[in-house]
């Protein structure tokens, strides 16, 4: 008896901990932590969240639905993101983390290989029984405690922005640019690679640096497989990419335990930061050219530079609330004119002639290239309701200026968050805005050729 009421008294201490630990929006203070000690300094802390989407796209020009129809709009309910972290310090010198889940499932794709059943052989995997796969896998010593701790692993302490390391729970907005992880899912896994790292606080200033070996990816640069138009494509290579982030805390610090950038603090606490930050791969690129009777290989350097500002501010404590700004300029040189297309869940993989859409079906658009980027967002949190609920709108613009692109674009997102319990519990309503482009058959340039739209509805919560 003796024991059960020891073990129902210590789940007790620990649900009425995390319910504590949760108003706040810094990662590190939510969760489920169980402590090892009575004083607390070892412990296991665990973290899940689910965000699920339900959307209503309207689809590039050219884009068929699985029969092969046209369809020029789309509605779908998916898995955006599907995770469960957990991490340790069994001494204040040593931690480690596990980080694993799903991201991007929807009814036609996401799922995993060999799955059996309606969308599983036309539409390759199919959305059914996706496979889990690690996001995070490191641990760290501390060499000086809070000023200088080392790690290895599969790490997301990443270079050029505040919002390359954005965590995934907080985020003023529905969701990312995209844009701000500038190698997703080509020589990262899920914005991670592999690597030695180095992070502290040092004053005022919060340093993240690393030496990453990233995966392979692309094409082996030979005249075989490059055309020789110029345009650079990601190729194999084992050279070591490096990279880091410095930002300057004029007002509140922040916790830098973990990597995961916080979005918005809800008027918490007043955070005033510069930022800049770099990532560098040689060889990361190649591109081909015709030279008299022959074809060169040109290798290009990857080279992605950062520099932000982030303010978030209380306005009125009392009421609740609150302002946040946050703006960054990009300038990412991958070689000359490239290009990727990205579109978050998007449905449609059939092939679209480049006269009618340049990024494809669905809702593909030019995310990641040779040039400039500016993105800029602004929220505004109104006063606490009486049953702790809030409203958050807001307000997103980018520009964009890539090289292999005639004509530079402005798009923005529009959006709402209900907090229902700060960022634990909430949902967001988001109008997206996208510019398409399309090829001019006529001189071989890429012209802007209007704009498509798409609402999103997501439901976010984590414990």
Same mark, same amino acid.
């Given at each position: 008896?003796?024991?059960?009421?020891?073990?129902?008294?210590?789940?007790?201490?620990?649900?009425?901990?995390?319910?504590?630990?949760?108003?706040?929006?810094?990662?590190?203070?939510?969760?489920?932590? =169980?402590? @090892?000690?009575?004083? *607390?300094?070892?412990? !296991?802390? %665990? #973290?899940?969240?689910?965000?699920?989407? &339900?959307?209503? +796209?309207?689809?590039?020009?050219?884009?068929?639905?699985?029969?092969?129809?046209?369809?020029?709009?789309?509605?779908?309910?998916?898995?955006?993101?599907?995770?469960?972290?957990?991490?340790?310090?069994?001494?204040?010198?040593? =931690?480690? @983390?596990?980080?694993? *889940?799903?991201?991007? !499932?929807? %009814? #036609?794709?996401?799922?995993?290989?060999? &799955?059996?059943? +309606?969308?599983?052989?036309?539409?390759?995997?199919?959305?059914?029984?996706?496979?889990?796969?690690?996001?995070?896998?490191?641990?760290?010593?501390?060499?000086?405690?809070?000023?200088?701790?080392?790690?290895?692993?599969?790490?997301?302490?990443?270079?050029?922005?505040?919002?390359?390391?954005?965590?995934?729970?907080?985020?003023?907005?529905?969701?990312?640019?995209?844009?701000?992880?500038?190698?997703?899912?080509?020589?990262?896994?899920?914005?991670?690679?592999?690597?030695?790292?180095?992070?502290?606080?040092?004053?005022?200033?919060?340093?993240?640096?690393?030496?990453?070996?990233?995966?392979?990816?692309?094409?082996?640069?030979?005249?075989?497989?490059?055309?020789?138009?110029?345009?650079?494509?990601?190729?194999?290579?084992?050279?070591?990419?490096?990279?880091?982030?410095?930002?300057?805390?004029?007002?509140?610090?922040?916790?830098?335990?973990?990597?995961?950038?916080?979005?918005?603090?809800?008027?918490?606490?007043?955070?005033?930061?510069?930022?800049?930050?770099?990532?560098?791969?040689?060889?990361?690129?190649?591109?081909?050219?015709?030279?008299?009777?022959?074809?060169?290989?040109?290798?290009?350097?990857?080279?992605?530079?950062?520099?932000?500002?982030?303010?978030?501010?209380?306005?009125?404590?009392?009421?609740?609330?609150?302002?946040?700004?946050?703006?960054?300029?990009?300038?990412?040189?991958?070689?000359?004119?490239?290009?990727?297309?990205?579109?978050?869940?998007?449905?449609?993989?059939?092939?679209?002639?480049?006269?009618?859409?340049?990024?494809?079906?669905?809702?593909?658009?030019?995310?990641?290239?040779?040039?400039?980027?500016?993105?800029?967002?602004?929220?505004?949190?109104?006063?606490?309701?009486?049953?702790?609920?809030?409203?958050?709108?807001?307000?997103?613009?980018?520009?964009?200026?890539?090289?292999?692109?005639?004509?530079?674009?402005?798009?923005?997102?529009?959006?709402?968050?209900?907090?229902?319990?700060?960022?634990?519990?909430?949902?967001?309503?988001?109008?997206?805005?996208?510019?398409?482009?399309?090829?001019?058959?006529?001189?071989?340039?890429?012209?802007?050729?209007?704009?498509?739209?798409?609402?999103?509805?997501?439901?976010?919560?984590?414990?």
């Amino acid at each position: 008896m003796k024991k059960g009421k020891h073990l129902t008294t210590a789940l007790l201490a620990a649900c009425l901990s995390t319910s504590a630990l949760a108003q706040s929006p810094d990662n590190y203070g939510s969760g489920l932590k =169980l402590d @090892l000690n009575q004083d *607390g300094t070892k412990f !296991v802390r %665990f #973290i899940m969240w689910h965000q699920f989407w &339900t959307t209503y +796209t309207q689809n590039n020009p050219g884009t068929k639905d699985v029969n092969g129809d046209p369809q020029s709009s789309t509605m779908d309910i998916g898995i955006r993101r599907s995770r469960f972290l957990a991490y340790s310090q069994i001494s204040p010198r040593f =931690l480690i @983390l596990t980080h694993w *889940g799903i991201n991007n !499932v929807s %009814f #036609i794709n996401g799922g995993g290989a060999g &799955t059996l059943g +309606t969308g599983a052989s036309a539409t390759g995997q199919g959305g059914k029984r996706p496979q889990l796969y690690i996001h995070d896998a490191w641990s760290e010593y501390a060499v000086v405690k809070g000023k200088l701790h080392i790690g290895t692993g599969l790490h997301y302490w990443n270079g050029v922005s505040r919002l390359s390391s954005a965590s995934t729970l907080n985020f003023m907005t529905m969701d990312a640019p995209i844009f701000n992880w500038y190698n997703i899912e080509a020589t990262d896994q899920f914005a991670r690679q592999f690597g030695i790292y180095a992070k502290g606080q040092v004053g005022r200033l919060d340093y993240r640096v690393s030496v990453n070996k990233p995966y392979v990816y692309g094409v082996s640069p030979t005249k075989a497989n490059i055309k020789p138009d110029g345009i650079a494509v990601n190729a194999f290579t084992e050279k070591a990419a490096f990279s880091g982030y410095f930002d300057w805390a004029f007002k509140d610090k922040e916790n830098n335990i973990l990597p995961y950038f916080v979005g918005t603090y809800l008027g918490k606490k007043e955070v005033l930061n510069i930022g800049a930050g770099f990532y560098t791969q040689a060889n990361a690129t190649a591109s081909a050219r015709v030279s008299g009777a022959d074809t060169l290989i040109d290798k290009h350097t990857q080279t992605c530079i950062g520099v932000d500002f982030f303010w978030d501010k209380p306005l009125n404590k009392a009421k609740g609330t609150a302002l946040s700004i946050y703006s960054v300029y990009y300038n990412y040189n991958f070689g000359p004119n490239y290009l990727r297309n990205i579109g978050i869940l998007n449905l449609h993989a059939n092939t679209v002639a480049p006269t009618e859409s340049f990024a494809g079906a669905g809702n593909l658009q030019p995310t990641i290239g040779t040039g400039s980027i500016w993105y800029t967002q602004v929220g505004y949190k109104f006063p606490n309701m009486k049953n702790g609920s809030s409203f958050m709108p807001y307000v997103t613009t980018t520009y964009k200026d890539f090289n292999r692109l005639a004509a530079s674009s402005f798009q923005y997102d529009l959006g709402l968050n209900y907090f229902v319990s700060g960022h634990n519990a909430k949902i967001t309503l988001q109008y997206t805005n996208r510019p398409i482009y399309k090829l001019n058959s006529s001189n071989g340039t890429i012209d802007r050729d209007g704009s498509k739209g798409e609402f999103v509805i997501q439901t976010h919560i984590f414990l």
